[in-house]
């Protein structure tokens, strides 16, 4: 059974999913304690991962620094994150592979 996302990606999912529209984020995966069931309100943080559409990609940095920004806006804490390029750190990869999950993915429909 997967276990439940932590709570606060549950209440503010529409405006995480608007957010990923307007930075252009194909897809964003949530991983470690708000994925895994081991959120912890007083102390977690988020983590994700986003990739970012092709038309995005000459922009890329303004856009990934805005939409951290503004994910730390929505949900009241830090967020740490991370585009899909391969995580070099062997041990760092199977943690954040062990829990990833996606929390936003583009549809064919918005793409157009």
Do not use: K, W
Request: aromatic share 8%; hydrophobic share 40%; with cysteine.
């Amino acid at each position: 059974m997967t276990p439940p996302l932590a709570p606060p990606l549950i209440v503010h999912r529409d405006e995480i999913a608007r957010l990923c529209r307007l930075y252009g984020v194909e897809r964003l995966e949530v991983f470690g304690s708000a994925a895994d069931g081991r959120f912890d309100p007083q102390r977690s943080d988020f983590d994700f991962i986003a990739t970012f559409a092709p038309e995005a990609q000459a922009t890329i940095g303004p856009r990934f620094i805005e939409l951290a920004e503004a994910l730390e806006a929505v949900l009241g804490r830090r967020v740490d994150l991370l585009t899909n390029q391969p995580i070099r750190n062997p041990y760092l990869r199977r943690a954040v592979n062990a829990s990833r999950r996606d929390l936003y993915v583009r549809t064919t429909a918005e793409a157009s």
